[in-house]
């Protein structure tokens, strides 16, 4: 999974929805999209229940991106 596949998965639903499901500010939402800002565990954990995915397949897209950074 990469980044991309993060944005995919919101769809159109706006950041400012998913940010107040998971309880952070739509600009957070926006940094860890763009790979400027990683989220805690707990985050990640609200992240991966929130669109039906395993926490592992967002860490790991988190990491691809950070490695492509490097």
């Known amino acids: 999974m990469t980044r991309k596949k ?3 998965l ?3 639903t706006p950041r400012s929805v998913i940010a107040c499901l998971l309880g952070i ?3 957070m ?3 860890i999209e763009r790979g400027t800002r990683n989220p ?3 985050l990640a954990k ?3 229940n929130l669109y039906n ?3 592992d397949e967002i860490l790991s897209c988190l990491e691809e991106s ?3 950074n490097i």
Request: hydrophobic fraction near 45%; glycine fraction near 8%; charge should be neutral.
């Open 10 to 12: 919101r769809g159109d």
């Open 25 to 27: 500010t739509p600009q």
């Open 53 to 55: 995915v395993t926490v």
């Open 6 to 8: 993060l944005i995919s």
């Open 66 to 68: 950070s490695a492509e």
């Open 29 to 31: 939402i926006g940094a």
């Open 40 to 42: 805690s565990l707990a």
């Open 46 to 48: 609200k992240i991966a």
